[in-house]
């Protein structure tokens, strides 16, 4: 089945205690980018890669850093996670950019 | 960058109603879609749809790109077509989606 798969699904965490979210899909996709999701704010791009090893930063990156060391894995590190950080995050992926599949989400609550 | 107005922001109907969902882009786009955020948090792709129109059951989409904005119909609503409906678009330059601040629909049994 062709999908988009996060982990965790859940996190609670603190202050400063360095976490990763990974993301993978099995559908040989370039484009994979995330997302964070917050009321009143809507869907705003975080980071995206056209490819491996190529990476660029979206809407708001600060905060965030991520790498594509193979085609179909595409996490997100938060080094020093801050309580404005607490949000609910997609990982997507398409080819080339066209229809974009995204994967269930993860809840994070940075406490 | 490039700026999505989508309306109406919120949006009651009873079952069976039909609905036009609209998206308002500011500049050229080389790439819009439609997503369904149903209410378990999951973001489903509707439809690809730079320009043209497009069917898939009872939904269907139209692009006016010259005109700059989309049109999402939903016609013989059902309970499970509650959600929240997102437009996206790319242009401008950039490499990435910008997100409307979707359209919630409520349909009523």
């Known amino acids: 089945e062709a999908q988009v798969t996060q982990n965790p699904r859940y996190l609670i965490t603190v202050t400063g205690k360095k976490l990763t979210v990974t993301c993978s899909q099995n559908?040989?996709?370039?484009?994979m980018s995330w997302y964070r999701q917050d009321p009143g704010l809507g869907l705003r791009q975080i980071y995206y890669s056209m490819n491996v090893e190529v990476t660029d930063k979206g809407d708001v990156p600060e905060g965030y850093k991520v790498s594509r060391k193979e085609k179909r894995n595409f996490p997100l590190i938060l080094e020093s996670p801050s309580p404005n950080q607490t949000s609910l995050y997609f990982c997507a992926s398409s080819y080339r950019g066209y229809e974009q599949y995204f994967g269930p989400g993860t809840r994070l609550t940075v406490t | 960058g490039i700026q999505v107005e989508q309306s109406p922001p919120d949006l009651i109907l009873q079952e069976g109603a039909n609905s036009t969902l609209r998206c308002n882009f500011s500049?050229?786009?080389?790439?819009l879609q439609w997503f369904h955020q149903n209410p378990w948090g999951q973001l489903i792709n509707l439809f690809y749809?730079?320009?043209g129109t497009k069917q898939n059951g009872r939904l269907s989409a139209t692009t006016v790109a010259t005109e700059r904005y989309s049109l999402l119909y939903i016609s013989s609503s059902q309970t499970t077509d509650s959600g929240v409906y997102f437009c996206?678009?790319?242009?401008?330059?950039?490499?990435?989606?910008?997100f409307g601040k979707g359209t919630h629909l409520i349909i009523q049994p």
């Open positions: 996206a678009v790319q242009g401008g330059g950039a490499d990435g989606l910008t």
């Open positions: 559908m040989n996709h370039e484009y």
């Open positions: 749809i730079p320009s």
């Open positions: 500049d050229s786009v080389n790439n």
